[in-house]
């Protein structure tokens, strides 16, 4: 099975790092590495089977619920994974453009 090329966006660079600045100001180191790992964890299986997570026509996109606050959202172009953005769940949802 191959797997496809993860492409991180601008935008997905910098909403991961502002989740990051988030954690350190409010959760232990423990939480911030298993944050991290999960991440890296779901980034390896959405190159490996990008289409397990679900799809929104509407947008192009598909969703990946890291954690109950956290999804990450992205786009399939030819074998590359274009991750978009990383979404902090608890923002209005109508503030969310991909």
């Known amino acids: 099975m191959s797997s496809y090329n993860i492409i991180w966006s601008p935008r997905a660079k910098i909403t991961y790092y502002q989740i990051l600045e988030y954690l350190e100001s409010n959760w232990t180191i423990t939480e911030i590495k298993a944050f991290i790992n999960r991440t890296d964890y779901v980034i390896e299986h959405i190159s490996q089977s990008p289409l397990h ?22 786009r399939i172009k030819q074998q590359e994974i274009e991750l978009l953005i990383f979404w902090d769940n608890r923002q209005n949802p109508a503030k969310l453009v991909l």
Do not use: E, I
């Open 53 to 74: 997570y679900p799809y929104s026509r509407k947008s192009d996109t598909y969703k990946c619920v890291l954690a109950k606050q956290v999804s990450l959202f992205y």
